[in-house]
C-alpha cells in the first residue's frame, strides 16, 4: 500500500491500541462528560504494525502507544519490536505489566529519541497503586537503560498524594511531572484552554477546525479529534484503507461547547513549548 505522509505541521501521532484499562479512575479523561461511546473494537498487532509503517513523518516525530493502557493489548511487545525502525515510538502506560520480560524482549535502544521528556511516561493513580512498588518497577526499567518517567494528575482529591510522589520520586532519581486536571470537579472547570467555550458544556454551536494530532482508534480508524474517538462519532479514515491519505484541512462540526479537554487544552508541544494547543477552531456560529 502507498505510503500515508505526516504533515510536517502535526505535533503528535496517538495510537490506541485499546481503549480497555486495568483501572477504574473517576477522573478519566477518555470518559469526559460520562459519554464513552466508541466500540472497543481491537485490530491485531499485525494490522496495527502494517499500518503505522505507512506512515512517513519528520524523525522528531515520534509514534505514540496508548490506551486506555496499551499493555493490554495482546501483542503489544510484538508491535513494538515490529514498527519500522524510521519510525520513533513512545509509550504512555500505567506500568501494570510485566516489567521482567518486557525487559528481556525491548532493546531500550527501540525507545530512545532525543527529545526533552521521558519514552516511557507512567500515569501514577495513587487509588490504584502502590507508589513504592511503582517506584521499584521504574527504577528497574532505568537500569535495564529505559528512558522513563511519572506522570501525576493534579487532581484536587490528589494533591498530598501527588506531592507525596513528586518528593520520593525526586529522591529517587525518577523523573516526576505534573499535569493539570481536566474538567469539571464540584462544579468548577479546571485546565488552561485556548477555546474555554469549547469545553463549557453550553449550547453547542456549529464551526470548522483542525487538528495538529494524528489520532488512531483500536480498530485503526483515525479521527479528526478525541472527542469523535471517545463519543463513537465517524471516522475520517483507516489506516488499512489503501487510498486512505492525510488532508491537512479545516473540517465542520456541530459540538463546539462539547470538545474534549485534551483537544483545546493549552500544552507544551513535543518540543515543551508552553502555548500550544492541538486544535485550530474558527468560524463559530449558533447552531440553526
Given at each position: 500500500m502507498k505510503e500515508i505522509v505526516v504533515p510536517d505541521r502535526y505535533n503528535y501521532i496517538a495510537c490506541f491500541l485499546?481503549?480497555?484499562?486495568?483501572?477504574?479512575c473517576d477522573y478519566c479523561i477518555n470518559n469526559h462528560h460520562g459519554i464513552y461511546k466508541h466500540k472497543n473494537v481491537n485490530r491485531s498487532g499485525k494490522d496495527w504494525v502494517s499500518g503505522l509503517n505507512r506512515l512517513v513523518c519528520r524523525t522528531d516525530l515520534p509514534v505514540t502507544l496508548q490506551g486506555g493502557e496499551p499493555s493490554l493489548h495482546p501483542d503489544f511487545i510484538w508491535i513494538i519490536k515490529n514498527i519500522k525502525k524510521q519510525l520513533n515510538s513512545d509509550i504512555l502506560t500505567n506500568l501494570l505489566f510485566d516489567i521482567d520480560r518486557f525487559?528481556?524482549?525491548?532493546?531500550?535502544?527501540?525507545l530512545y529519541r532525543d527529545a526533552l521528556y521521558p519514552s516511557i511516561r507512567v500515569s501514577y493513580h495513587p487509588h490504584f497503586m502502590k507508589l513504592e512498588k511503582l517506584i521499584s518497577k521504574v527504577l528497574k526499567?532505568?537500569?535495564?537503560?529505559?528512558s522513563i518517567g511519572v506522570y501525576g494528575i493534579l487532581h484536587p482529591n490528589l494533591e498530598s498524594e501527588m506531592a507525596e510522589a513528586k518528593d520520593k520520586c525526586f529522591k529517587s532519581g525518577i523523573d516526576f511531572r505534573e499535569k493539570e486536571f481536566?474538567?469539571?470537579f464540584d462544579g468548577k472547570l479546571y485546565g488552561k484552554y485556548f477555546y474555554p467555550d469549547a469545553v463549557s458544556?453550553?449550547?453547542?454551536?456549529?464551526?470548522?477546525?483542525?487538528n495538529s494530532e494524528l489520532i488512531i482508534g483500536p480498530d485503526t480508524n483515525v479521527f479528526k479529534c478525541h472527542h469523535d474517538l471517545y463519543g463513537g462519532f465517524s471516522a475520517i479514515g483507516n489506516l488499512s484503507d489503501p487510498g486512505f491519505e492525510i488532508k491537512d484541512i479545516f473540517r465542520a462540526c456541530a459540538n463546539y461547547g462539547d470538545c474534549n479537554p485534551c483537544d483545546i487544552k493549552i500544552k507544551t508541544n513535543r518540543f515543551q513549548v508552553y502555548g500550544h494547543t492541538s486544535v485550530e477552531i474558527k468560524d463559530i456560529r449558533v447552531n440553526s
Open positions: 485499546t481503549l480497555d484499562c486495568n483501572l477504574k525487559i528481556k524482549e525491548i532493546d531500550p535502544a527501540r526499567m532505568q537500569k535495564a537503560g529505559f481536566l474538567g469539571k458544556g453550553n449550547i453547542k454551536k456549529n464551526y470548522i477546525c483542525r
